[in-house]
């Protein structure tokens, strides 16, 4: 079992920033991919970006120039650096790692979600 934690949401004012943290715990030992999503009211759940080892592999034009991702492999912890936030960045954001466990069984785990909220 992995279990993620996510941390860091809120309500910011439009132009602030935030930075979410997603930290992996259980029996994760390879983690090959971290990813941020988020879905807003009404809509479905969109892939943000991805980290691939330590290489962003994908990235949302909607967030490029203003997100930025970064891991720390001590801490089994990805984090997602917003700036410059606008309120159509107002969404549910989730984390998700895809790896192996200590057995070297696949495993892909989703986060609880957190809330980010960005008034005019």
């Known amino acids: 079992q992995v279990q993620l934690v996510e941390s860091g949401g809120g309500l910011v004012q439009t132009g602030g920033s935030l930075r979410l943290s997603c930290a992996a715990s259980g029996s994760a030992f390879i983690i090959n991919t971290m990813s941020w999503y988020r879905q807003a009211p009404g809509k479905q759940r969109a892939l943000l970006a991805t980290?691939?080892?330590?290489?962003?592999?994908e990235l949302s034009d909607s967030v490029r120039g203003r997100f930025t991702l970064s891991r720390d492999n001590a801490k089994n912890t990805a984090y997602l650096q917003m700036n410059r936030l606008k309120p159509d960045d107002t969404a549910v954001y989730y984390c998700?790692?895809?790896?192996?466990?200590?057995?070297?069984?696949?495993?892909?785990?989703w986060g609880q979600g957190t809330q980010v909220t960005v008034s005019s």
């Open positions: 998700n790692v895809e790896g192996l466990t200590r057995e070297l069984q696949p495993f892909d785990s």
């Open positions: 980290l691939t080892g330590d290489r962003i592999t």
